[in-house]
């Protein structure tokens, strides 16, 4: 063929029309345009679905005015091993062979100069040829580029390899709001939401985004990895299943997503036939470490690959070699650094796929034991970190506990399989024993509390009387950390008598700390003393500091419930030194929140609000959402104190988050007791009405909740102003209305700033009555005799009525208020500045 003649065909361009919409990657096809300005080989590298041909093609027409000698597309999807490639790029472009001579020498005599834009697509088959052809292209003809997509890079020099990622999903927060301006922001920041509803409208007419399905919505798309293919199917299906009827079978997604286009290649038509096409193309070894891999969940290490994966065919030092084939081949995913280390991890339709694959091998038994028994191990090198002597330092230990959070869904995967498959629960409580400090610290309640009752419900014979005893004072802390006294006393007075008997003088101070918490709900202060005294007598036996810490908080939190500041002071104080000369950044933000606390007492407002910021700060490289929890919270109570009503509600609204996202329904319950402050102090008095009555709700449907001190006297102070402003019938009514709440409609509600509408007012489970906060006209009228400091004799002679009648009365006003002393009520009735 001449050049004339080349010239002549090389004109236009074969892109073909887009079949539907395109959806999403804005910012991804801008990238892509300026690294075409640049680079002369671009290489779209993704797993199968991930949408590389959509954006190949989207980005070679937005830039097709650039290139005069037009844009072409080579289908390459249904080439084989063997096939060449020059041929198909040649009848793309019109280029006929020549006698004698290597079509390959026509081909580039016919681009020659030409400035034109290639687009070669799915090259995984022919990669070698399409590396040697584009080798050849970028060497002789200056002014082509070429876009490549496939599943691992040419590595041809030259080459810029940009992997595709998946579509984005929906960011923490975006659809928790149950509001239509809730679905708005959905489908303006998720594109895989959008890609979902614009297929599913094509699919049905009557299909729309609402408030009712946009929860199964996104977890469709977060189950699917936001990978185009795989929602493209799932969304067809509206046609004929509710998305939550789809959202509840995606377990099974090969099965359930298998018709797809009939005029697509064959391996693109169904989610199994595009994730088999892919495992087919691989070599043994990649084949053996890709389903061995399957045992991780959520994540990997290089190291956890080569400790777990290796033997049988797969030696520990080939595994980074095959390790970096199937990232190349984008079987796996290479991550950001984590505690100075790379994480991998598989889209979860691969791991699925490979779980299969590593089922029918026989080999899942042996695997999930070797990942098991290696997270053990993890374990108990942190925990040996911790309590090693010399003393870790925090730089030490921080990395560890990062990486640990890292890891949390193989704990879990590993308590699992040991429970529901090995049958094996002692391996399984050695894990959590292992992990008691990042659990408990790190406020990791959820699902820690599920498994550990699971566990410890297994028969006594089963378990070693050590373990036993271990695993009830861990059960013990994780129920203190979520306000269940009820719990924490069972597990703990077990704990004492096993671990007395085992010499754990270590879990038996703790165990004693928490009853001593206990004790300090039950208002029983002799009890206390006693409790934290032994504490402090086991901590030292072992010779723990860490834990001595504890115990001085607790000592601290004691005083400090009896209005002892300066005592309280003193603990936290002794607690915050020994965590400093510790480097503890777990132990030394307990002791500044308690020192928050005490300053708060004193009404040392700026005191306090540095207290909690510096704790703050301390925990900003690790996860102890109780800390963080407490501290927000505190932030937040201290700006709604001084009249700063939006920073209040940012902290609160942080601190309400935290607290759902780890399981804490007390720290829940709290904190909307609070946003119900901050609405009344909006002078939104419905809302904080609802609010307080679904606060008091969660509280009471909590097994063996204990109301705090004071806890009705916060309720009065609330409810107080509205009732002059709504009157008593209407804030009866709304308080009920709070009270009907579910806890997931109540903290809808917090999170939400509109008012509902009026009609859920018409109630039925519950007869409209005043709060049992609601002191009476008589309980008010002696409430203000005890603040003039008459005794019970005094009331009654004052009121005509029986001692016995007036000591009763008394009796109530304590158990409403929730106070243990008449100064108590004495000092609240005077600080509400009633006659």
């Known amino acids: 063929m001449t050049q004339d003649t080349a010239h002549a065909s090389l004109t236009g361009g074969n892109l073909p029309l887009e079949p539907n919409g395109f959806v999403g990657r804005e910012a991804d096809v801008e990238e892509l345009i300026d690294l075409l300005g640049v680079a002369r080989v671009v290489t779209l590298c993704g797993a199968g679905g991930i949408g590389k041909s959509r954006l190949a093609v989207r980005v070679a027409r937005q830039v097709a005015e650039d290139f005069p000698g037009g844009v072409w597309l080579v289908e390459l999807a249904d080439a084989v091993r063997g096939d060449q490639i020059e041929p198909r790029v040649?009848?793309?472009?019109?280029?006929?062979?020549?006698?004698?001579?290597?079509?390959?020498?026509?081909?580039?005599?016919?681009?020659?100069?030409?400035?034109?834009?290639?687009?070669?697509?799915?090259?995984?088959?022919?990669?070698?040829?399409?590396?040697?052809?584009?080798?050849?292209?970028?060497?002789?003809?200056?002014?082509?580029?070429?876009?490549?997509?496939?599943?691992?890079?040419?590595?041809?020099?030259?080459?810029?390899?940009?992997?595709?990622?998946?579509?984005?999903?929906?960011?923490?927060?975006?659809?928790?709001?149950?509001?239509?301006?809730?679905?708005?922001?959905?489908?303006?920041?998720?594109?895989?939401?959008?890609?979902?509803?614009?297929?599913?409208?094509?699919?049905?007419?009557?299909f729309s985004v609402t408030e009712q399905n946009a929860a199964d919505i996104v977890g469709l798309c977060e189950a699917l990895d936001g990978m185009p293919l795989a929602i493209e199917l799932a969304a067809a299906l509206c046609r004929v299943l509710t998305v939550e009827q789809i959202n509840a079978r995606i377990r099974d997604r090969f099965r359930l997503l298998s018709a797809g286009d009939r005029t697509a290649p064959a391996r693109q038509q169904t989610l199994r036939a595009t994730v088999d096409w892919s495992y087919q193309q691989l070599n043994e070894p990649e084949r053996i470490l890709l389903r061995r891999l399957a045992v991780f969940t959520g994540g990997w290490t290089l190291d956890m690959a080569e400790q777990v994966c290796a033997g049988n065919a797969l030696w520990a030092e080939d595994v980074l070699g095959v390790l970096c084939d199937l990232v190349d081949k984008s079987l796996v995913l290479a991550e950001a650094q984590v505690a100075g280390e790379t994480r991998y991890r598989m889209l979860e339709t691969i791991r699925e796929y490979a779980v299969e694959q590593l089922d029918a091998?026989?080999?899942?038994?042996?695997?999930?034991?070797?990942?098991?028994?290696?997270?053990?191990?993890?374990?108990?090198?942190?925990?040996?970190?911790?309590?090693?002597?010399?003393?870790?330092?925090?730089?030490?230990?921080?990395?560890?506990?990062?990486?640990?959070?890292?890891?949390?869904?193989?704990?879990?995967?590993?308590?699992?399989?040991?429970?529901?498959?090995a049958g094996d629960p002692e391996s399984a409580l050695r894990l959590l024993v292992l992990l008691r400090w990042p659990i408990i610290a790190g406020g990791r309640f959820t699902p820690?509390?599920?498994?550990?009752?699971?566990?410890?419900?297994?028969?006594?014979?089963?378990?070693?009387?050590?373990?036993?005893?271990?695993?009830?004072?861990?059960?013990?802390?994780?129920?203190?950390?979520?306000?269940?006294?009820?719990?924490?006393?069972?597990?703990?007075?077990?704990?004492?008598?096993?671990?007395?008997?085992?010499?754990?003088?270590?879990?038996?101070?703790?165990?004693?700390?928490?009853?001593?918490?206990?004790?300090?709900?039950?208002?029983?202060?002799?009890?206390?003393?006693?409790?934290?005294?032994?504490?402090?007598?086991?901590?030292?036996?072992?010779?723990?500091?860490?834990?001595?810490?504890?115990?001085?908080?607790?000592?601290?939190?004691?005083?400090?419930?009896?209005?002892?500041?300066?005592?309280?002071?003193?603990?936290?104080?002794?607690?915050?030194?020994?965590?400093?000369?510790?480097?503890?950044h777990w132990a030394a933000p307990v002791a500044l929140i308690g020192l928050a606390q005490v300053a708060w007492l004193r009404g040392d407002l700026v005191e306090a609000r540095v207290r909690y910021e510096r704790a703050l700060d301390m925990l900003q490289d690790i996860t102890a959402h109780w800390q963080a929890i407490t501290c927000l919270s505190g932030l937040g109570r201290i700006a709604l104190a001084q009249g700063d009503l939006p920073t209040a509600r940012v902290r609160l609204i942080e601190s309400l988050r935290l607290c759902i996202g780890t399981g804490q329904r007390l720290g829940v319950a709290r904190r909307i007791e609070t946003l119900a402050q901050l609405a009344l102090a909006e002078e939104d008095d419905r809302r904080a009405v609802r609010l307080a009555g679904a606060s008091a709700a969660i509280r009471s449907a909590m097994s063996g909740a204990v109301l705090p001190p004071g806890f009705g006297a916060r309720m009065e102070e609330l409810l107080q102003p509205a009732r002059a402003r709504l009157g008593d019938a209407l804030v009866a009514q709304l308080w009920a209305?709070?009270?009907?709440?579910?806890?997931?409609?109540?903290?809808?509600?917090?999170?939400?700033?509109?008012?509902?509408?009026?009609?859920?007012?018409?109630?039925?489970?519950?007869?409209?009555?005043?709060?049992?906060?609601?002191?009476?006209?008589?309980?008010?009228?002696?409430?203000?005799?005890?603040?003039?400091?008459?005794?019970?004799?005094?009331?009654?002679?004052?009121?005509?009525?029986?001692?016995?009648?007036?000591?009763?009365?008394?009796?109530?006003?304590?158990?409403k208020l929730g106070f243990s002393s008449r100064t108590q009520v004495a000092t609240w009735v005077i600080e509400q500045n009633r006659p």
């Open 90 to 206: 040649a009848a793309v472009l019109g280029v006929k062979a020549e006698p004698s001579r290597a079509l390959a020498d026509t081909l580039i005599d016919a681009l020659g100069d030409r400035r034109l834009l290639l687009v070669m697509d799915n090259c995984e088959s022919l990669i070698e040829e399409a590396a040697r052809f584009c080798r050849a292209v970028l060497t002789v003809c200056p002014d082509v580029r070429v876009i490549t997509t496939s599943r691992e890079p040419l590595r041809v020099a030259g080459e810029t390899v940009w992997r595709v990622p998946p579509l984005t999903l929906p960011r923490g927060g975006d659809h928790d709001l149950g509001t239509g301006e809730a679905v708005h922001l959905l489908l303006n920041t998720s594109e895989a939401v959008r890609l979902f509803a614009d297929r599913a409208t094509a699919a049905s007419r009557a």
């Open 361 to 421: 091998s026989g080999e899942e038994p042996e695997f999930r034991r070797l990942h098991r028994d290696h997270m053990i191990e993890v374990a108990a090198r942190i925990h040996r970190t911790i309590v090693r002597r010399p003393r870790p330092t925090w730089p030490e230990i921080c990395p560890m506990l990062v990486m640990l959070d890292e890891l949390q869904a193989n704990v879990w995967a590993a308590v699992r399989w040991s429970v529901e498959s």
């Open 737 to 815: 209305h709070g009270q009907e709440m579910s806890q997931e409609q109540a903290v809808r509600y917090a999170l939400q700033f509109d008012e509902p509408s009026e009609a859920p007012l018409l109630l039925g489970k519950h007869p409209v009555a005043a709060p049992l906060t609601t002191l009476t006209c008589r309980e008010w009228e002696i409430a203000e005799l005890i603040a003039r400091g008459m005794s019970n004799k005094a009331i009654a002679d004052e009121l005509v009525i029986s001692p016995a009648t007036a000591a009763r009365h008394v009796a109530n006003i304590l158990g």
């Open 448 to 584: 820690a509390d599920k498994w550990l009752d699971r566990l410890l419900d297994a028969a006594p014979e089963e378990l070693t009387p050590c373990v036993r005893g271990d695993a009830l004072a861990l059960r013990g802390q994780v129920a203190f950390g979520q306000g269940d006294p009820d719990t924490a006393q069972i597990a703990c007075t077990a704990a004492v008598g096993l671990c007395r008997e085992a010499g754990l003088y270590g879990p038996l101070s703790g165990a004693l700390a928490i009853l001593a918490w206990v004790a300090i709900y039950q208002r029983r202060p002799e009890r206390v003393r006693s409790l934290l005294d032994e504490a402090l007598e086991a901590v030292r036996t072992v010779d723990d500091p860490w834990h001595e810490t504890v115990i001085r908080s607790m000592e601290g939190t004691f005083a400090l419930s009896e209005g002892r500041a300066k005592e309280s002071q003193r603990s936290f104080e002794a607690a915050l030194a020994i965590a400093h000369e510790l480097d503890n």
